[in-house]
C-alpha cells in the first residue's frame, strides 16, 4: 500500500509540473489527452468490460460538446455547471441506445452505434436545430480565465481543471469495475448464459453499462468543447469515432489505465507520422498501428500490467484482463461476500468451481 501511495503521489506530481514548465500549445495538448482518456474510459467500461462492441461514440461526444457549447452562449451558464447537465443528457441518450443492444450483439450492435455516428453531425446541422446549434457554422465559446485571482493562463487552468475532473472519473470507474456490478459486467462479457444463471438481470446491467459509457464520453465531449472553445458538426465526423476506437484498441480495451496511453497514441502519433512523411502520414500511422498491436496484442495497458505483476511488491493482477485470472461473480441477492469463481472464457457452463476448486454440476 505505501509503494501505490507513494506512485501516485508520483504520478500526481508529474502530471502537474507541465503547467508550469510547457507552452500554451503543448498545455493544450496535454489537456486533449486528458479530454480523449475519459471518452476512452467510457469505451472501456462498454467495450472492454462488458463485451459491448460500440463505433458511434463519437456521438455522445458531439453531444455532451453540444450541451456545454448551448448552455454557455445561450444561456450564460458557468463551463462548470454545464459538466453535470452535460452527463445528464448523454446518461438518457446511452440507455436509449442501449435498449436495442438488448437484442444485438457483436458485429450487429457495432453497425447500429456506426450508424448512430453517421446520423448525429447530419442532425446538428439541420434547420429545425439550426438557432441551437449554429448549424454548419457551429458555435463559438469563451475560454474560462483561472478562477479567485490565480496567477494561471486560460490554458494552464484548463489543463488542471480537466485533470481534476479526470481524477474523479478515474477514481469513480475503478471502484466500479472492482465492485459488484464490475464483476456482474465481466461476468456477461465472458459468459452471459451462465451469469443469467447465478441470478444476473442482463438487461439492467448492459442498458446501465451503456448509459454510464454514454456518460462518460458526453463529460470528455464538454471538457473538449471548454478546451477548444469551438463546436461544428464537422469536428464530430465519424472519423471521431473510428480514433476512439483506436485509442482502446492501442491501450487495450480492458485497462483503466491503458486508456492514458490510448489518449497518448491518437494525440501525439497523428503528429509525428506527419513529421517522419510529409507525403504519407497515413501509411506511417497505420504501420505504427499495427507495429503496436502485433507487439502488444492486449494493448499497452495489458503488457504494462504483465510486467507489473512481474514485481514483487505487486501484489493480485490487474483488474479486467479476461484471459488471466478469474472473474468472480457474486451469489445473487448479496453485496459482497465469496460468490462464485468463473474460470474465463467458459468451455462449458455447467463446469463451476465452487469454493476451493471443486467440480460441482448442477
Not at 126 to 146: C, N, Y
Not at 280 to 289: E, F, K, M, N, S
Request: charged share 10%; net charge positive.
Amino acid at each position: 500500500m505505501q509503494n501505490r501511495a507513494a506512485v501516485t503521489i508520483f504520478v500526481i506530481l508529474l502530471l502537474i509540473v507541465p503547467t508550469l514548465a510547457f507552452s500554451s500549445y503543448h498545455l493544450f495538448q496535454l489537456t486533449m489527452v486528458v479530454v480523449y482518456a475519459v471518452a476512452i474510459l467510457g469505451m472501456a467500461i462498454l467495450v472492454g468490460f462488458n463485451g459491448q462492441i460500440s463505433l458511434g461514440h463519437g456521438a455522445f461526444y458531439a453531444i455532451g460538446a453540444y450541451t456545454t457549447a448551448i448552455l454557455m452562449s445561450s444561456w450564460d451558464v458557468p463551463y462548470w455547471a454545464t459538466l453535470p447537465v452535460s452527463a445528464v443528457i448523454c446518461a438518457g441518450f446511452g440507455f436509449l441506445i442501449g435498449l436495442p443492444a438488448l437484442r444485438l450483439a457483436g458485429h450487429y450492435l457495432a453497425l447500429t452505434t456506426f450508424a448512430l455516428a453517421v446520423a448525429v453531425p447530419q442532425v446538428l446541422k439541420h434547420k429545425l436545430f439550426e438557432d441551437w446549434t449554429g448549424g454548419v457554422q457551429g458555435l463559438v465559446i469563451d475560454k474560462p480565465d483561472a478562477p479567485f485571482g490565480l496567477p494561471l493562463s486560460s490554458d494552464q487552468f484548463l489543463y488542471l481543471f480537466s485533470l481534476c475532473v479526470a481524477v474523479v472519473m478515474y477514481i469513480l470507474a475503478w471502484n466500479l469495475v472492482r465492485g459488484r456490478i464490475g464483476r456482474a459486467m465481466r461476468a456477461i462479457r465472458d459468459q452471459a448464459t451462465a451469469a443469467e444463471a447465478m441470478g444476473i438481470n442482463l438487461a439492467m446491467v448492459k442498458t446501465r453499462t451503456f448509459a454510464v459509457s454514454a456518460m462518460y464520453t458526453g463529460v470528455a465531449g464538454s471538457l473538449g468543447a471548454i478546451a477548444v472553445a469551438f463546436v461544428a458538426p464537422d469536428s464530430f465526423s465519424v472519423f471521431l469515432s473510428i480514433t476512439l476506437f483506436v485509442g482502446l484498441c492501442a491501450g487495450g480495451a480492458a485497462s483503466i489505465g491503458g486508456t492514458i496511453v490510448g489518449a497518448i497514441f491518437i494525440e501525439f502519433v497523428p503528429n509525428l507520422a506527419d513529421q517522419v512523411s510529409k507525403a504519407a502520414p497515413g501509411a506511417v500511422y497505420g504501420v505504427i498501428l499495427i507495429a503496436m498491436l502485433f507487439l502488444m496484442p492486449m494493448g499497452a495497458g495489458g503488457f504494462l500490467a504483465r510486467m507489473w505483476r512481474k514485481l514483487p511488491w505487486s501484489g493480485q493482477s490487474a483488474i479486467g484482463q479476461p484471459p488471466i485470472g478469474q472473474t468472480r461473480i457474486a451469489a445473487a441477492g448479496h453485496d459482497d461476500g465469496p460468490g462464485i469463481d468463473l474460470p474465463g472464457p467458459l468451455a462449458r457452463a455447467d463446469r463451476l468451481p465452487v469454493g476451493g476448486g471443486e467440480q460441482a454440476k448442477p
